[in-house]
T-cell receptor
Framework: DAEITQSPRHKITETGRQVTLACHQT?????MFWYRQDLGHGLRLIHY???????NKGEVSDGYSVSRSNTEDLPLTLESAASSQTSVYFC?????????FGPGTRLTVT | GENVEQHPSTLSVQEGDSAVIKCTYS??????FPWYKQELGKGPQLIID?????GEKKDQRIAVTLNKTAKHFSLHITETQPEDSAVYFC????????????FGTGTKLQVIP
């Protein structure tokens, strides 16, 4: 069955370190998204991609970057982790309507 | 850009009662309104959606209504069961989920047995 996976599921890192969160989907969807989830804010869009070599900024993109070299993967990089980036991160991919979410990565920046 | 407001933030109901969650949106161009359910420790999952050309849609115990004039839409769950306990998110977008989707802040629903 097609699926979307994220790794790691949990990560603890120190302030200032570079961190990369992986997202891999086997739906063969062109569109992929990264969100962060924080209490009281719901799901906020960080970056998104409509296909290989295409990336776009979402509403909370500062301090994050993505790259899309193939259809299946959209890694999210925190260039220099900050305590404000402690959150749960969700990756999603989409066909015409539904977005399919991964299980999430809980990131703690100390 | 689009702004989606969702109320209430928490909701407790007795098993068998109905639950209603309400959302408003700001961008009149939005025409696709999905609802997602998130169980503890999991990613959100689509449970129902509605497009702007209809005013109501039902799927078993779940229904959504849309008032484009007032720019608000609602989720109705009837005959609630303990397994309905979760966080529910409304969302809005232009054209569909393959485009940017703006989510509400979520409603934590607790169904008391």
């Amino acid at each position: 069955d097609a699926e979307i996976t994220q790794s790691p599921r949990h990560k603890i890192t120190e302030t200032g370190r570079q961190v990369t969160l992986a997202c891999h989907q086997t739906w063969n969807h062109n569109n992929m998204f990264w969100y962060r989830q924080d209490l009281g804010h719901g799901l906020r869009l960080i970056h998104y991609s409509y296909g290989v070599q295409d990336t776009n900024k979402g509403e909370v993109s500062d301090g994050y970057s993505v790259s899309r070299s193939n259809t299946e993967d959209l890694p999210l990089t925190l260039e220099s982790a900050a305590s404000s980036q402690t959150s749960v991160y969700f990756c999603a991919s989409s066909d015409r309507y539904e977005q399919y979410f991964g299980p999430g990565t809980r990131l703690t920046v100390t | 850009g689009e702004n989606v407001e969702q109320h209430p933030s928490t909701l407790s109901v007795q098993e068998g009662d109905s639950a209603v969650i309400k959302c408003t949106y700001s961008d009149s161009a939005s025409n696709y309104f999905p609802w997602y359910k998130q169980e503890l420790g999991k990613g959100p999952q689509l449970i129902i959606d509605i497009r702007s050309n209809v005013g109501e849609k039902k799927d078993q115990r779940i229904a959504v209504t849309l008032n484009k004039t007032a720019k608000h839409f609602s989720l109705h769950i009837t005959e609630t069961q303990p397994e309905d306990s979760a966080v529910y998110f409304c969302a809005a977008s232009f054209s569909g989920g393959y485009q940017k989707v703006t989510f509400g802040t979520g409603t934590k629903l607790q169904v008391i047995p």
